[in-house]
Structure formats: structure tokens, C-alpha cells
């Protein structure tokens, strides 16, 4: 089988990028609950930032940086902080994701924030671990082939 071997410039443009790429996507993320963006697209962001470290290195040397065995945990972690935020407005007595049942804050609209900020957090991760599994996946191609 033939070992990748990455080209120096490819993988020192992309490992020189891929940073600054995950600060956009946290920008995007802690800003969607008031502006454009928000945690699919901050999710989106990481992913391609993952995604392209891994094209550029190889899929093993880009294991460092984000391994297969973090996805299924990661995604799950995001899918329990969306709907935990749900469940603790519906505890409160009130409608499923109503953020100022929360009570974050005392006042109201900065409570709201607050749980669109948790919500936007929890669909990243989602979002980012499934984009990264399923590249995963397809890179891996059919074991049963």
C-alpha cells in the first residue's frame, strides 16, 4: 500500500490557515445568537478546518489533531447540551426551549441570550462531529467490499 506523503507547502499553508479558520468558527458561533451565523455554520466552519488538515496531512498524522474516537462522544455531548436546555425551560413550567424560563440572568432578554448561546454550542458540536465522522466514514470506504 503507498504511504501519503503531504507536499511541505500544502500542509504548511493549511496547518498556518486551519487556525484561524476555528477562531472565525467560534466567532460565528458565540455571535449567531445576535447576528448572522450560529452553530451550524460555526460547525460547518470547524469541521472544514479538521477536514482540511486532513486532507493536506494524511488521515493518520491529522489523528492528532482530532481522532475518530472523539466524534461519536463529542456529538453526543451537543445533542445533550440542545435538548438539556429544552428540558430545564420545560422543569421550569414553561414551553420546550423558552429561554427565559431559564433564569440565567435577571434580566430577560440577556436570559434569552444566554440560552440561544447554549443551544448554538450544543448544535456545533453536533454538527462538527457528524461532518467529521462522515468524512470519516467515506474515507474508509466499505469493510464489507
Not at 476555528?22 to 477536514?51: D, K
Not at 436570559?111 to 443551544?119: A, D, F, K, P, T
Request: cysteine-free; glycine content about 10%; overall charge neutral.
Amino acid at each position: 500500500m503507498k504511504t501519503h506523503r503531504p507536499n511541505p507547502i500544502v500542509s504548511l499553508v493549511s496547518r498556518t490557515v486551519s487556525p484561524f479558520i476555528m477562531m472565525f468558527a467560534l466567532y460565528v458561533i458565540f455571535h449567531g445568537h445576535y447576528s448572522p451565523g450560529g452553530g451550524f455554520q460555526g460547525g460547518t466552519l470547524i469541521a472544514a478546518a479538521i477536514i482540511l488538515v486532513r486532507l493536506s496531512e494524511g488521515s493518520e498524522r491529522a489523528q492528532l489533531q482530532f481522532s475518530r474516537s472523539w466524534a461519536t462522544p463529542l456529538g453526543s455531548l451537543g445533542v445533550l447540551i440542545y435538548f438539556s436546555t429544552g428540558l430545564a425551560a420545560l422543569l421550569m413550567g414553561d414551553r420546550f426551549l423558552n429561554y427565559a424560563a431559564l433564569h440565567l440572568s435577571h434580566h430577560e432578554p440577556l436570559s434569552r441570550s444566554y440560552g440561544i448561546l447554549l443551544v448554538e454550542i450544543g448544535v456545533g458540536l453536533a454538527v462538527l462531529a457528524i461532518l467529521v465522522s462522515i468524512y470519516d466514514n467515506l474515507l474508509e470506504g466499505d469493510p464489507d467490499a
